[in-house]
């Protein structure tokens, strides 16, 4: 059993910065990997980006590279998604995530949402033009 929350979605302008929270707690394997997703309103939910926590390993997306970076801090169990230069094309609701250690498509800890069996709330993101 996991539990994740998340915090720190707010509003900001085009080119603010933003900082996401992700506290979890449970069992550590079923945790090793943390992603986050975003969702806007009649799309489906994607991938934004993944860390596996036992090397600090990320991905990211095309769309996020440059701008976003994932971070951790293991004593307080939360990973950190920094969000810069953000666009109104990155509002939605972000959503943190975490399965057991997995690869997928020579990615690892990056996949689709089925692999991931824990999820938080979710915290909304708006970036105003």
């Known amino acids: 059993q996991v539990q994740l929350v998340e915090s720190g979605g707010g509003s900001v302008e085009a080119g603010g910065s933003l900082r996401l929270s992700c506290a979890a707690s449970g069992d550590p394997q079923r945790r090793a990997c943390m992603g986050w997703f975003r969702q806007v309103p009649g799309k489906e939910r994607e991938g934004v980006a993944s860390i596996d926590i036992s090397d600090n390993s990320t991905y990211y997306i095309d769309s996020v590279k440059g701008r976003f970076a994932l971070s951790q801090d293991n004593a307080k169990n939360t990973v950190y998604l920094h969000m810069n230069s953000l666009k109104p094309g990155d509002t939605a609701m972000y959503y943190c995530?975490?399965?057991?250690?997995?690869?997928?498509?020579?990615?690892?800890?990056?996949?689709?949402?089925?692999?991931?069996?824990?999820w938080g709330q979710g915290t909304q993101v708006t970036v105003s033009s």
């Open positions: 995530a975490a399965a057991p250690p997995f690869a997928y498509r020579g990615s690892r800890c990056f996949g689709p949402l089925s692999v991931y069996d824990s």
